[in-house]
């Protein structure tokens, strides 16, 4: 298959990579183009920066998460000649696995789907010193991959001058430059970045971020190198999932709204060609679980900052207690599994009751509990064959004291290991967020379980 694609890498973290990638996804836009994008890694919010502000589809790609074939194989999945892929790296494009392996990092990613790079640089307060930075990443880059720089936080005045040093010194093209303009960061805070939603004006903020854009990046030749980036060859997928229910496709309720919105699209998908029907529902505003659900899925999010609104729903909380306690089977992550618990303690202290399900209180702690990725293994098999492994990532500053035993956590870089996450029969509550794709057997007991429930049925608390 002949995709165009370019990926936006950069040295380190706070290069400028989202400014940069959701000012060319719109230009692409402009253009006439149908652009789709990935993120490198397992952040959430980039992809719903893409989809809810830009409009453009977009999912995570994780070469630790599947290695390198399947990662392709996703990478082409649902694609056509007719798509624009803009590939967003994460933190420096080298950094991988533990900051030292290359499984995991923008580099391996670009490197498995054949993806030209373009390296960003944060030049503030530099001149020539740009060069053998530069130079240095040339060099690394042994697959030939970066085949343009953008100079971000330059002033124009000294562009000129600098692209023409570098062009010279190092053979390769200077692509433009992004002013320093504070208006058009998009603010950070303790869990990525801030939400599409709290953004005041993001839309025409971005509009005009891309406009500038336009003016100072040459994106014609941006689209030249896209043009130019190797075919893949497309392998034919049966679909992900590979396993179906035994009788009706089971519904399985997903809570999404602004509490509960981190969600891998390849999970749902999976879930879907595994047998499921997914039904979303929102345990900030319904006050009832979908009629007919025999499963429930909870993602991360931030419930925390909805925590007195999330309490006040007393209906739905004693929906969802009744129907765990009804056997429904039932998933549930970080912020899924903090709703879960009897209170949550927000960062002022206050005590806001929850569901219930799980004893226990889940609190600030002011600092990051845990980071990374992790490979986890039940001690009893409830989801996985004995003896397997799913693979997942964990980022949160909450904790709970009551965070199970069910499973064995291994850290895949260090190979320190750790107890988490209360499993049964027919429930899965942890911090970990789950990647199913890399063991479809996850998914596809859930459905399983979902099917198997009273019939499909609703339950009846």
Not at 11 to 16: A, D, F, I, R
Not at 168 to 183: A, H, N, S, T
Not at 288 to 311: K, N, T
Not at 315 to 339: H, N, S
């Amino acid at each position: 298959m002949k995709l165009r694609r370019v990926m936006i890498a950069a040295p380190g973290s706070g290069s400028g990579k989202t400014t940069i990638t959701c000012a060319l996804l719109q230009a692409v836009k402009k253009a006439g183009l149908r652009a789709v994008s990935y993120k490198c890694g397992p952040d959430y919010i980039d992809p719903m920066f893409h989809e809810r502000v830009l409009g453009i589809p977009s999912k995570n790609l994780d070469t630790f998460f599947t290695g390198g074939e399947e990662t392709r194989d996703l990478f082409l999945k649902d694609r056509t000649e007719e798509d624009f892929a803009v590939l967003e790296g994460a933190m420096g494009m080298f950094d991988g696995l533990g900051g030292v392996r290359e499984e995991g990092s923008s580099y391996h990613l670009a490197k498995v789907t054949k993806t030209p790079v373009i390296l960003v640089v944060d030049a503030k307060g530099m001149g020539r010193s740009l060069i053998p930075l530069i130079a240095g990443f040339l060099s690394y880059d042994r697959e030939g991959l970066v085949r343009g720089v953008i100079l971000n936080r330059m002033s124009g005045s000294y562009y000129g001058t600098i692209k023409a040093l570098i062009e010279e010194e190092l053979g390769i093209r200077v692509l433009g430059y992004f002013e320093d303009q504070r208006r058009f960061r998009i603010e950070s805070r303790h869990l990525g970045l801030m939400l599409p939603h709290e953004m005041e004006d993001i839309r025409a903020l971005l509009e005009e971020m891309s406009e500038k854009f336009r003016e100072t990046v040459s994106v014609p030749e941006i689209l030249r190198i896209a043009e130019q980036a190797e075919e893949l060859e497309k392998r034919d997928m049966p679909g992900i999932g590979r396993g179906k229910p035994h009788g009706a496709s089971p519904l399985i309720a997903v809570a999404r709204d602004e509490a509960f919105c981190f969600y891998y699209e390849d999970n749902l998908l999976m879930l879907e060609e595994s047998g499921a029907r997914l039904r979303p529902f929102s345990p900030l505003h319904d006050r009832r679980l979908p009629e007919g659900c025999g499963g429930l899925l909870i993602g991360g999010g931030y419930p925390e900052l909805y925590a007195e609104a999330l309490a006040a729903n007393t209906g739905m909380l004693a929906e969802i207690k009744d129907a765990v306690a009804d056997g429904m089977p039932t998933v549930a992550e970080c912020g899924g599994f903090m709703y879960l618990h009897s209170a949550i303690i927000d960062k002022a202290g206050n005590r806001h009751a929850m569901a219930g399900v799980l004893p226990g209180e889940c609190y600030e702690t002011g600092r990051l509990v845990r980071f990374g990725y992790v490979e986890l293994e039940e001690e009893t098999p409830r989801f996985l064959p004995k003896g397997e492994k799913i693979r997942g990532h964990e980022f949160h500053y909450y904790d709970s004291g009551n965070n199970g035993r069910d499973c064995v956590a291994v850290k895949p870089a260090s190979g320190k290991s750790y107890p988490c996450v209360i499993a049964g029969e027919g429930c899965w509550f942890g911090f970990p967020h789950l990647y199913y794709p890399s063991n479809p057997h996850f998914a596809e007991s859930f459905v399983e379980k979902a099917g198997a429930y009273r019939g499909g049925g609703r339950f009846h608390g």
